[in-house]
Every structure is written in C-alpha cells, then in structure tokens.
C-alpha cells in the first residue's frame, strides 16, 4: 500500500519522501561571498528600517498608502488619479527588474531581498547562537533546552513585532504608525489588530516557513526561466570540470580490495576523476537544500553560499578554485558568453523610453490637477432671467505640501462659485453653477467654454467644458 504513492526520487528538496517537511539548518560558509553578503545586508537592513523615516522636501522617501490611495515615491506624491503616471512608474519599475535580471539573473534574491538579509542576517545567527531551530551545537549549550527554546521564542516576538513596525510604516505612515503604537490598542483596535497580525505573519515566516517562502510562494522565482538567458549572470557548477565526481583514494582501480556494490556506478581511474570529490559541502550550506551539482533550479536563490563552501574545499585539496562559481549557462557549458544580447538591447531601449515618458508627465503636472465634470441631475436650468444654467463639478487635487486656495473664473459665462481651500496632498470636488446666455445656445444645443482656475501662487489651468441648453434663438430675438 504504502509503496504506491512513494516517488522515485525527491521531489522538492524540502520535502521528504512521504510529503512531511524536511527541516533544513545550512551551515555556514564564512568565505569571501559571505563577508561582502554581510557588508551589503548589515547596509541594507539600515536603509529598509529608516527608509519609511527619511523625509524628501517634507514627504516620506517612500510611502505606500493604500488607504489614504498616496504614493509616494522619493518624495514626489502619486495620487490614484494620475493613472498615467502609476501606469508608466509600474512598467519601469517590472522592465528594469527584467533588465537586472537578464544581467545579473537573480542577485537580488541572494543579496537583497529582505527575506534573504533578515533570515540570514538575523534570524539564523540566533537559532546558531542558542542551538535552536534544529541547530544542536551551540556556544550556549550549557543551559537548558527548554530555556533556549524560550529564549528563541522572546527573541522572535520582539524582533518580529519591530519588523512588522517597519514594514507597515510603508503603507500607513510612520505619524498614523506612532499613534498606533503609542495610543491605547482600546483606541486604535483596528491598527493594533493589524499590527498584531503583521507581527504573527513575521514570526510565522522566519520563524518557520523560512526558505519555503522563495521555493513554494514568491513568484519571481517560478519567473526566472523566462527572464534569464544562457548569457545571464548565474550561480553554477561546472560539471566539465567536476565530474566524474569522487574521492581520489577511495577510486583506485588499482585497489584489487574494491568491491562495487549492485546499484552503484563503476569505480572510475582516479586520473579520470574531475575536481569534485563529492564531500557534498555545497549541499549542506544551501540554505534551500538542493544540489547546485544538478544544474540550474527554481530554488537556488544565487546566495553563493555554495561557491565559498566549495572554494574552501577546493583550497584544501589543493585544486584551483571556481569549481562553483559566479559564470553563465553559456560559460559553463565552454562556450563564450555574449554580452550583447537580444534582451540585454531591448529593455534598456524600453526603459529610456518609459523614463522619458515618465519625466515629461510629472514635469506637467505642476502643483495641483483638476478637472470639470458634469454635475448629476438636470443637464440644464432656464433661470427666470432667460440665462441657461448647467450645474457642473470641478474636482482638484492639490500636490504641494501647503493648503492652496483655488479660483475659478470665465469671459464668455458667469461663475456662482466660491474659492476653494484644498489642504495638502487632498483632493477636494466641488458643485457650481455655470449661467449662460441664452443667445450662445442660437445655433446648437452644445457650447463650449473656457473656464480658467488659478490657484494663490498663480498657477493656472484651463479647463474646457459643453454647456447645454435649448437650441435656437430665444422668442422675441429678431
Ligand atoms: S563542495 Fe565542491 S567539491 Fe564538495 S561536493 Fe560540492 S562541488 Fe563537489
Ligand atoms: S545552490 Fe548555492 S547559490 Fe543556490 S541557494 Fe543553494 S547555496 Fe545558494
């Protein structure tokens, strides 16, 4: 019974054979990749902690207020209704991560990705550190497992609940996070609930589901084979090299004692043998579990821990290092790589284009947006005075850091509108009535007017809006 279902090999490198997890506790290789990843993280989980705090001309660096509907991106504030301009950011933001991705395939993941840093760079030294976490050995081993563990788990909570701070002072703000934290969760139930469940997504993930998070749920890595090319940067093995792999003394055919087992491969002549000697280093420090020695895999996440284990050994054994190492598909396969390629003319030929654009739109937005609608209701009003009255909506965004007043005026019809006080950053819309006389409307029952809008620096906007009204000349007119 119970064979039936069983694979004949595993099937992901985190799942054992009957479908239970396969814990994974990499080993560290401290080699040169390792002491640059750490310069790079340690610098990175500075600018992902302060970066919500930064301020650029009073606005946050980067802000993601979903439910304000505010983006700010270096200082400069989208607002959902500049579509265009989301629009063109978003296209630049996925063509550049194309682009660095043909290039560099997927440093990101291995050297910046805050999964990577703070699990490697956090989390893990401290599972290391208490022997917790499927680690046995440990500079702490003389207390107790059972404090350790209770240790892990303090340690855990708070850390998880200040990252979960710092990753919703990008979409709320740091003002509305402080209230949060500070005021009393009996005043802010919403926010605190919130914050309690980023707090127990962060303990679940780094606490647990760990490297499943790159192999099983983020999508950029299932993308990679359509984003790489056989010229892209990538972490690789180079089997030409390596293989046939094996222990030199352990191979002799000159050994008469050597006896080979039913299943296993030949014993090979020690002077055929390539430079891995199979010591299976590369493995045990993969924070993901595979073997780079099988190629290229969704799972790797290029964090190069396998080159510095594998240089280490090679180091040992006295072999040239670069057995695992930085190359491309091309270049392990012997074959020069080129750097001119396809994808790598193409997405920067997209991205100048998209950034253009993006320049020349924000450059045109000015200080405020605006735009006329139609009012619902009646289309139009004969008042008693004989003038058309049609009840329109002027709708502004205002972008600077400072409430601005608006005033709206026209030539050809009269205004009844008030000047407008529109805060910072809000958007406000307003009903007015537009009178019109009559004889405009003697040769059709549309009319188009210019209306102007100014604001108190003197910012203006034209603004075109069709009046309607009876055609034809009024009664009376000869
Ligand atoms: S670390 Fe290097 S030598 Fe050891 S098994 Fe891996 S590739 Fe082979
Ligand atoms: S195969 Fe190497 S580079 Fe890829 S995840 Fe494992 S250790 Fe990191």
Known sequence: MGTLLEPEERVLATLNADGSRRWITPRLAKGALWKRRRIVGYALIALFVSLPFVRIGGKPALLLNVIDREFVFGGTTFYPTDTLLLGLLLMTIFVSIFFLTALFGRVWCGWACPQTVYLELVFRPIDRLLGTGGYTRSPLSRLPASVRKALRTLVFVVLSFAL?????????????????????????PMGFGIVMLVTAGMLFDFGFFREQLCTVACPYGRMQ??????????????????????????????DVSLKVLPGQPEPVAEQELGDCVACTMCVQVCPTGIDIRDGLQLECIHCTQCIDACNDVMLKVGRPTGLIRYSSQSGLEGKPT???????????GILLVLLTALFTVSMSKGGYSAELLRAAGLPYNVLPSGEVANQARVRITNRSPEARTYTLSAETVQLRSEPLIVGPGETLSEKFLILADRSLFATGSRVEVTLMLEDDLGEQRTLRHSLLGPAGAPQGTP
């Open 338 to 348: 080129k750097r001119l390629r396809a994808r790598v003319i193409i997405y920067p």
């Open 225 to 254: 084979s359509v984003m790489l090319d056989t010229g892209s940067l990538i972490v690789g093995y180079d089997a030409r090299r390596g293989e046939p792999r094996g222990r030199k003394k352990k191979a002799r055919t000159s």
């Open 164 to 188: 979960a701070n710092v990753f919703l002072a990008y979409f709320v703000g740091t003002e509305r996070l402080g209230e949060w934290v500070l005021g009393s969760p009996l005043s802010h």
